[in-house]
């Protein structure tokens, strides 16, 4: 099993930056990927971001266009998503998700962290 917390969501303004944080704990293993979803009312799960634990390849939704960036950092076994240049449209609960691949259906999921962006 695999254990994930995220942290860091907030109220911001349009313009703004939030990093989330995702604490993991549990087995997992260096083929692993973290990643990203987000939902917004009345809207599909949707893909954020992703990285491989090892080696720390990343990839983004189309929608990011560069704002987005994921990192991790293997000692704190945690990955992060720094947000920034933030819209309306970025408001939703962000999901940290961890499996082998993470574009879709990973089996793993945190609680979720909500991120509103006020215009």
């Known amino acids: 099993q695999v254990q994930l917390v995220e942290s860091g969501g907030g109220l911001v303004q349009a313009g703004g930056s939030l990093r989330l944080s995702c604490a993991v704990s549990?087995?997992?293993?260096?083929?692993?990927?973290m990643g990203w979803f987000r939902q917004a009312p009345g809207k599909e799960r949707e893909f954020v971001s992703g990285?491989?634990?090892?080696?720390?390849?990343?990839y983004y939704g189309d929608f990011v266009k560069g704002r987005f960036t994921i990192s991790r950092d293997n000692a704190k076994n945690t990955v992060y998503l720094q947000m920034n240049s933030l819209k309306p449209e970025d408001t939703a609960v962000y999901y940290c998700?961890?499996?082998?691949?993470?574009?879709?259906?990973?089996?793993?999921w945190g609680q979720g962290t909500q991120v509103t962006v006020s215009s």
């Open positions: 990285i491989r634990w090892s080696g720390g390849t990343t």
């Open positions: 998700v961890a499996d082998v691949s993470v574009t879709s259906n990973p089996r793993y």
């Open positions: 549990g087995r997992t293993f260096s083929s692993y990927h």
